[in-house]
């Protein structure tokens, strides 16, 4: 009897420094400091020249001069400018009037744009392309353009010996005027052709290399019947 109340009370005792011990407050985590971006200011614009038949051309951003002769096919490189609204003009080299194009556009900073001038000879446009995007690294990412004004849908294909038709598609859907559609991949190198929904070849690139970590810009441009010159073609340039 004397045993088990003896053990009753060691019993007791033990009780409140255990329950003590399992309700303790656990010690605060440490708070990982928080990295604060700041912004340039800046924007990135380059120019790109898809007017088929133009002139070559000198690009002015709110009145300053920033590209000279600029040919079709060309493409600038990237050049800083305030971010915000901004006035881009694009007149005959050499010239200040007529203005060929004027328009405003509104830039977010810390961004890339390719501002490319297409459409017709009596009626030029300007399409603003935004280039910033992640990518996965050890990959390549092309970024793929249509500029063909008033040209049809097109597919982006690639020559294969495996497939029955001769090509493997590059995009998986089909490529219609203004639009860009990207595509991240392994690195290799490649040809690239430009086909009719039907599989018509209409074009085929030289070779391109497509390197681990880069963007790349792909632009498909001229008229849509057009001979010389102004046929279809393919042109590409690094994205910042």
Not at 93 to 122: M, N, Q, R, W
Not at 207 to 232: C, M, R, S, W
Request: charged content about 20%; hydrophobic content about 40%; aromatic content about 6%.
């Amino acid at each position: 009897m004397k045993n088990s109340l003896l053990l009753l009370a060691l019993g007791a005792l033990s009780i409140p420094a255990f329950a003590q011990t399992a309700t303790a407050p656990k010690p605060a985590a440490p708070t990982a400091e928080k990295k604060v971006v700041k912004s340039s200011g800046q924007t990135s614009l380059r120019f790109l020249h898809a007017l088929p038949g133009g002139p070559s051309v000198d690009i002015l951003v709110d009145g300053a001069k920033v590209s000279t002769a600029l040919g079709y096919k060309k493409i600038s490189a990237y050049m800083p400018a305030k971010s915000g609204r901004r006035k881009i003009q694009v007149v005959a080299t050499g010239t200040s009037t007529p203005i060929l194009i004027e328009e405003p556009k509104t830039f977010a900073a810390d961004k890339s744009f390719t501002v490319a001038i297409h459409g017709t000879k009596s009626a030029p446009k300007l399409l603003f392309i935004t280039d910033s995007s992640k990518m996965a690294e050890g990959r390549t990412k092309v970024r793929a353009t249509h500029l063909v004004f008033g040209g049809p849908t097109v597919l982006l294909t690639t020559p294969s010996t495996r497939a029955e038709a001769g090509f493997a598609k590059f995009l998986a859907q089909p490529l219609a005027f203004g639009e860009t559609k990207s595509k991240t991949f392994k690195p290799t190198a490649n040809k690239l052709q430009i086909r009719t929904p039907e599989g018509k070849l209409l074009k085929e690139s030289a070779e391109l290399k497509f390197d681990a970590n880069q963007q790349l810009g792909i632009y498909v441009l001229g008229e849509a019947n057009g001979t010389g010159d102004n046929a279809l073609d393919i042109v590409s340039a690094p994205i910042k």
